[in-house]
């Protein structure tokens, strides 16, 4: 989906995502003590993004959705807390090397020759003993899980993710984790999520 799909998707009052942030990605950082600057990369309507803000991160937000980063501007606003919102396309854009605490990816799904040129600029963009996170919907969940794309192509492993890592990183955390769902009809499901936490050398 190209940048004008997103700001259809994203238009309207609603939240397309909810307000509070990623069961993953509070569970993985709630024990970080923040310790200066986070960039969250297609950071949308800014659920993580804010999330971080106001447990004291200093938050560049980046998307390609001018539409979404509006949306996260708003809801910084409405909890007291500020954002840097930064709108670059990241197949394009390199973030600044070596520059923050903290590098979130959440739900970023692009054909994986792209990911693989993000990836590696999102841990460059890490300072030394900073932390990486990626959380995305598992290569295996249209077949076992449910929900998120259901192209192989943009889908992928927690393990594709630590490969492209490792030159930067230690990894901590290589991982399969499952998050309750529910589908159309109310049923509960169970959605299949690749995991990878790290701290950059
Ligand atoms: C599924 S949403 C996830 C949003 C947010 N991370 C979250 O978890 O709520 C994916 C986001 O990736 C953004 N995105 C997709 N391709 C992008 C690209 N090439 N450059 C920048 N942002 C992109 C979209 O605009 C969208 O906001």
Redesign the pocket.
Known sequence: ?D?AC?DER?RGSELV?KAEP?RFVAEELAGLKPSGRAM?L????G??AVWLAERGWEVDA????TV?LEKAERLAAERGVRLRTVR????LWAPPETTYDLVLI?????PWP?MAQVLPRAAAAVRSGGTLLLVGHDAANPEHGYGGPQDPRVLYTAEQVADLWRPYADILRTETRTRPATDTEGNSRTALDALVHAVRR
């Open positions: 989906m940048a997103w994203y995502w990623n969250d297609a950071a949308g309507e659920r993580n980046v998307d390609f959705s979404a670059a396309d990241l197949i959440a739900y970023l799904h692009l792209d």
